[in-house]
């Protein structure tokens, strides 16, 4: 028998039989476990959070050799499957939990912006901001005058003094030639200079796209700002980075999202590209989740329901055999954000102006209601779940009503359709989530006092309105199911602070609560939603979710009990183990292990650059590429 601690190598060794199960082993049923099997680990003295509401208090958990959880209970109870091969890890007294499962996340663009200088979302002077580009332009300087710079994490509402509108001849003043692109960290903003503008042809004359605007002043010119679907009028021109760079730095993410105690991620926006970096990934073992793809449908495409069903059949058929891939789930974006000055959510009602004056302006709703409820129809009937983008309260509605309408049509219970964000919700719609089986993920590491729930959003939306925004425990109340996700890498992957923020709605960089009182979730609900929830969610339910015998051993130890500790030190959690399928896919005390678990502590401990820091912490500093 083997005891904690031991090295990492013996741990890999040990759980090998595991392991050869690997992920696979989410795609069977939950088998009966044989009490006169050894296991393959045992994990005793920890706090076993089961996160099924009947079961009686546990200490230890046995993973078997097939990667499932043989066995749950107190720690004597469980000495009867220690053998001697069996690791015997000592929890210490912190959480034994299931994985987390994150229902929205984006991390091969976290991957993509992890190549590229970052602005850390800072919230700059035009002038300060000036001075950390003119940085990364000397770190550069060989790329005169035709390269492209390229920086992540570009505050949209960051603009010193707030409510500064960016314009191209900001940048223009910059001493150089070359293009420049500014990526919004909300991934719906890109904020570009005059010379790209010319190289992608963008004039007064240049119309919207379908889904997308281009910006333009009151003397009809472009400002340099494109949102959403007019982004890639100027990206399809930026050279994509080397196939190689992309896969290394997806494996390093993954391995700091392992280190977060993820074990699943459904991947946000995927089409082609990012599938075969996933295949590529997988080839070479280095995808320690499962993936749930939710493959985009591009506006244009959601007035034609039999093409994006061929379309979404394509790509599953040519990538189904992935290893580590589930498929079944496509994306809609149905609006943009709500935050001044982009206001593309779309709302029920009016945006106000910074009097609070009605304005005439509702937002963009990019796709129908009846478009969508056509598109869910013809989806759901091919046994495919849907997950809509929808930030605004009338984006919501149209999700719900297109979500009915499918209903109606189909007949089709238990998809488990999902309505993704959900900032700001009518209070007549709480109800129709249960109603309708709709599943609400939520970002609620957003739900805090900072300016973009006040300073770009209070003035324009009005104080009425401004209650309802990530509506979380009256969702719960009204008998949703939640489910959580991290929308990684719009936000510094921290899952623990979101999980905290789900209770106390301040979070560990909050500027004060957002509506505690009405919307905090207790402990158990905030660990649920990003558990079962979104097992739930991704329809994984009876593989994963909970720690429960037969299923399959997604697990993660902590260093605390965060089901007791103080609400505000979950933020500051340190995973121990994770383990997906039985297999360990990140081990604190390996040197790998160390590596990834410094990453996410340099993430929680200072995710953001203030204005100073961009400007006076080096260039290193305020690079993502670390």
Not at 26 to 32: F, K, L, R, T, V
Not at 420 to 442: E, S, T, W, Y
Request: charged fraction near 20%.
């Amino acid at each position: 028998m083997a005891s904690s601690p031991l090295s990492s190598l013996s741990r890999r060794t040990l759980l090998a039989a595991a392991g050869a199960a690997g992920l696979t082993v989410a795609s069977g049923a939950p088998a009966s476990a044989s009490p006169r099997r050894s296991a393959a680990l045992v994990v005793r003295n920890s706090r076993v959070f089961t996160g099924v509401r009947e079961n009686a208090p546990a200490q230890a958990v046995a993973v078997g050799r097939d990667g499932r959880i043989l066995a749950v209970g107190s720690d004597s109870s469980l000495k009867r499957f220690i053998g001697r091969d069996t690791e015997v890890v000592n929890g210490r007294g912190g959480t034994l939990m299931s994985g987390i499962h994150d229902g929205h996340a984006h991390p091969m663009d976290a991957a993509n912006r992890s190549l590229r200088p970052s602005l850390a979302g800072a919230e700059q002077t035009v002038a300060d901001l000036r001075k950390t580009l003119t940085a990364f332009l000397e770190d550069s300087a060989g790329q005169e005058p035709d390269g492209w710079l390229v920086v992540e994490d570009w505050n949209p509402v960051g603009l010193l003094p707030h409510g500064t509108a960016p314009h191209h001849s900001m940048l223009d003043a910059l001493a150089t030639r070359r293009p420049l692109a500014l990526r919004g960290g909300d991934g719906h903003n890109l904020w570009v200079n005059q010379r790209a503008l010319d190289l992608a042809g963008i004039t007064a004359a240049t119309p919207d796209p379908v889904g997308g605007k281009i910006v333009k002043g009151s003397d009809g010119k472009p400002t340099g700002v494109l949102k959403d679907d007019a982004q890639p009028l100027v990206t399809r021109h930026i050279p994509e980075p080397d196939r190689a760079q992309l896969v290394a730095a997806a494996a390093k993410v993954f391995a700091e999202a392992a280190a977060s105690g993820i074990t699943t991620f459904m991947e946000a926006v995927v089409g082609k590209g990012e599938l075969g970096l996933y295949k590529a990934l997988a080839e070479s073992g280095k995808l320690p989740q499962r993936i749930v793809p939710a493959l985009r449908i591009e506006t244009d495409l959601t007035k034609d329901p039999a093409a994006a069903v061929a379309y979404a059949r394509g790509l599953r058929k040519e990538f189904g055999d992935v290893r580590g891939l589930r498929f079944g789930t496509v994306k809609v974006f149905l609006d943009g954000v709500i935050e001044y000055p982009a206001q593309t959510a779309a709302l029920l009602k009016p945006y106000l102006d910074a009097d609070g004056r009605p304005t005439g302006h509702r937002g963009d709703l990019y796709v129908s209601a009846a478009d969508y409820g056509r598109l869910t129809a013809a989806f759901n009937a091919d046994g495919w779940q849907m997950h809509a983008h929808a930030i605004g309260d009338r984006a919501v509605r149209t999700s719900l009503d297109g979500y009915a309408y499918a209903l109606r049509a189909t007949g089709a219970r238990g998809l488990r359709n999902t309505t993704a964000h959900l900032q700001l919700v009518d209070p007549a719609d709480l109800p129709r989530f249960a109603r309708l089986g709709v599943i609400p993920c939520m970002q609620l590491q957003w739900a805090t006092r900072n300016t973009w729930t006040m300073d770009a959003l209070l003035p324009y939306i009005g104080a009425g309105r401004h209650r309802w925004q990530y509506p979380a425990r009256s969702l719960e109340r009204h008998g949703a199911r939640l489910a959580g996700g991290s929308d990684w890498p719009v936000d510094p992957l921290q899952v623990w602070n979101q999980v905290r923020t789900a209770v106390d709605r301040f979070g560990a960089e909050g500027e004060g609560d957002l509506y505690r009182r009405e919307e905090g979730l207790s402990r158990s609900s905030a660990l649920l939603m990003h558990t079962l929830g979104t097992a739930r969610q991704l329809r994984m339910d009876h593989l994963t979710g909970t720690v429960e015998t037969g299923k399959s051993a997604d697990l993660v130890l902590l260093d605390r009990d965060v089901t007791r500790c103080p609400v505000a030190d979950i933020s500051s959690s340190e995973v121990r183990l994770t383990l997906t399928g039985g297999t360990v896919v990140h081990d604190a005390d390996s040197s790998a292990g160390r590596a990834a678990s410094a990453r996410v502590t340099r993430a929680a401990a200072g995710p953001r650059l203030t204005a100073q820091a961009a400007v006076h912490g080096g260039r290193h500093a305020s690079c993502g590429c670390g």
